[in-house]
Each structure stands twice: as C-alpha cells, then as structure tokens.
C-alpha cells in the first residue's frame, strides 16, 4: 500500500492495452481495477450520472432495496480494496455477526445465536457503490470513467471484439461514437444486450440456464425510538420456503435506519404503500418484525421490484465467441436477489480474473479468463438455483426434478430442519449460503450427513433467541 493508505496496482507487463469496461457500477468498477495493472489504460463507459452523495440512481434498479456483504465478499474486497473496509466504518455501515445479531427463523424455528458466527456487512447499496468507486478511481489514474454513455453496440467481427457504440445521453442529437478497445468487458448487469449485439456481429447467441418462480418483494426504510422487540437482536431474517411462502429481511443501515425486505409469491406481492406494507407483514410465520413495524416510522415509501429470475448465460461454453470479449457480473449470471449475493459474487469476478491475469503474466486468453470469471459465482448460482427450485411456480430450463434431484432435495430439507438447533448443521449451512463452501459440501461432510440422517432435529424457543 502506498503512505497514504491507497492500495497500489501491481507492476505487472501491461500487455492488455486499452481495455473498455461496459458499466460502471459496482461489477464494472472492481473488474476495471482488476484490469487496470494489466492494461495501458481503461476506460469505463456508464450511462447514468454519478451522484455526489450516496443516494439511489436509476440505472441501478437495486439501490433502494436491503443489501449485504457476506463473509466471502468482505474478504474479496479485503483483498482487492484493503483501505475500503475502514471507510465503510468511519462512514456507520454496521457490521453484524449471523447468527448471533440476527433473529433467524428457518423451518420454523429460531437458529439458536450460540451457534458459530461469521460477519456480514448491512451498508445501503449507494453507500458501498460511492466508497468502491472511490476507492478505484483514487488507486488507478489510468481508470477513466464516461459517464452518461449508453452502450448501444460492439465493434469487431464474429473473430474479434475491436471496441463498442455508445451514445451520449442528455445530447441534443445523441450523437454516435465509437471507442476501440484490445478487450471489451460487459458488466452492465442484468439487462445486458450482448446476446443481440453477438447477434449483429454474426455470432451464436449462447446457451441461457433460466430458473424463475416469479417472486415479488418491497422495501422501505424506518426508525424508531424504541427498541421493542429488538431489544436483544440487531435484525430479522426470516426464511421463507415451500410450505411457507412469506420471507423477511430487516437490517439495519448507516445513518440509524432499519431497511425493511417483505417478499412473498407472485400471487401475493407485499404492497407498495406503508399502511399495506406494515400490514402485510402481519402474515410472516412470526409475529416479531410486525410488533417492530407497527409502531416504526416510514422514511421512504415503499419500493417493489418483480425481476428475480435466475440466469446464467454460458458465454464459457459458446463456440466461435470472438477473441477479445468478457462478460462479468449480473450480465453473465444473475441470481434471485433476496439472496443478497450479488455485491460479494461481483467481488468474487474480480478476485478471479485477478488472480488468472496474475498467474499468467497479464496473457491470459478471454476464453481461459471467462471460464474463471463463471467459476467464481458456481456456487452462488447452485444456492439460489437450489433453494427457489422447490418453491411454487418454479419453472425454467434450469430446474433440476428428476429422481436424483428429489432425493437431494429431500436430504437438504433434513438439512434444513436441523441448521436451528444443531451448531455443526448450521455452521456447514451457513458456509454455503456466506459462499464459503461449495453446496456439494453439505453432501460430502461425514458430520453433516450423519446428524441430518439419524438425528431428530433439535427444537429451539419460540421466543426471541438470546445469546445465554
């Protein structure tokens, strides 16, 4: 690091050159500092503003909603952005140890707080994105930003990427530019257009994995003077499954709010106004986040958002994919987002392009380097494939129900039922959610699978839990 408490880019052979990065939020950002040791310079194109303060942006349609940092992306931010922690705690972004600062109801029980904890960060996506922004821009002098440029097209062949279209948003004529580029990175999320920009450039649209149950949720921000019933935990996560189709997040932010996640089914979506809202909550398979809600005030309104549909778009496996392309982030592998994986997997991209540049000398091919960006979400993918295949309505070319996956979801409902009142359960169970550990974990634990086959689970209070 440098005196200053900047991290430094490596001094590596920059033979990557000009490198164009689609998108500048949080994937694009840390994908361009990945990058950026790499490469003569980058330039990142982003079709909105940046604003001064943090505060919600429309290009990101995720800004108003609760976010986490699991243990998996604290670590890789540790690792790319070591001065980035500090400043998410000098700027109040509480960090929360799960499950012994969390009220979690899973398979209808409280998860005991004695059992082992890993940490998680509960900062506003607008908070995180500023100071991750922050953070790359002041680390890389050869990171430009474009702001207010929509990507409408790629330049190139079905051999070669050479750069991309974009227009300048806001200008009297929008007018048309272009900008090669020796690698174009697409991290421009969910609604990216690479499989029609492909398209245009004669090349096969790839293979796209889709796993959807039409999920809708709402969130809205609150405080309170009082601290009933958080009395004895900072939050609420309550897990919603099968049979019991209400779920719930509430974690507190910086600046002393309580950020408030209802989600529920496509034919019963949490309302978008407050007295609905607080209502609605009035459902969940516990009565303690309705008794905090009710006599909490709104400080926003209510904010729903339906698009949380699993997809994963298998640019690794596509033949005849042109030289000098990568696709990162929402845009390669988007996952239902009450599942909070989204930040930590784009930090998780980053970690493994940097680590494939490093080990192979700033050479890598785009076809090597997507393989590893892929790999990297594999197991967030899994989860959130795993735990919305069993839910109603589920339904996708990615939805696993033959005899063999019946039998596995058998056994991780067992799984399931146990994380409450067994501390080696739950440990195992959370590793996998946090990313820790590979799904298939759970399966190959000698522990785990005796416990979950030939021991009862074991019940937990129904009041709230206490770390005694």
Known sequence: MSRNGQSRAPATNRSLGHVAVLGGSVAGLLIAHALAGHAERVTV????????????????????????????????????????????????APTLSVPADLGVWQAGQWVSRQHPSEQVVTASRPLLEQLIRRCVLESHPRIEVRTSARVT???????????????ERG???????????????????????????????????P???????????????????????????????LVPDATQPLGAIMLPAEDDRMMVTLS???????PTDPDG????????????????????????????????ANRRRRYDRASGLPSGFLVVGDALCAFNPVYGQGISVAAMNAVALSRELAASGSRVTTRRAQRAVLASARGAWEVATGADGPMPGAEGNALRDGPVDGIRDWYLERVRERVPGDPVVCRAFRDVLFLL???????????????????SPIPTSDELPTRD
């Not at 909105?48 to 303060?53: C, V």
């Not at 998996?72 to 705690?89: F, H, N, V």
């Not at 007018?175 to 245009?200: C, F, H, M, N, Y």
């Not at 190959?444 to 021991?455: A, G, I, K, P, Q």
């Open 45 to 92: 194109l982003e079709r909105d503003h940046y604003p001064d303060d943090p505060v919600a942006r429309g290009g990101v349609p995720q800004s108003p909603h609760t976010h986490v940092l699991l243990t998996s992306g604290i670590r890789a931010l540790d690792e790319l952005l070591p001065e980035l922690a500090p400043l998410l705690r000098r700027e109040g």
């Open 153 to 167: 097209g790629l330049l190139g062949d079905s051999e070669h990427v050479a750069g991309a279209v974009f227009r």
């Open 171 to 205: 200008s009297e004529l929008g007018e048309q530019r272009e900008i090669s580029a020796d690698l174009v990175v697409d991290a421009t999320g969910r609604a990216s257009k690479t499989p029609e920009w492909l398209d245009a450039l004669g090349v096969a649209v």
């Open 207 to 237: 293979q796209e994995e889709l796993l959807a149950t039409g999920r809708a949720y709402a969130t809205c921000s609150f405080r309170t003077d009082s601290s009933e019933p958080l009395e004895r935990v900072s939050g609420f996560y």
């Open 264 to 270: 529920g089914p496509h034919t019963n979506p949490p």
């Open 277 to 308: 809202f607080v209502e609605f909550a009035r459902g969940l398979p516990h009565p303690a986040p309705h008794r905090w809600l009710r006599q909490a005030e709104p400080l926003t309104r209510p904010v729903g958002y339906r698009h949380t």
């Open 437 to 455: 550990a590979p799904p298939s974990s759970l399966l190959t634990s000698r522990r785990v699978l005796r416990r979950s086959l030939f021991r």
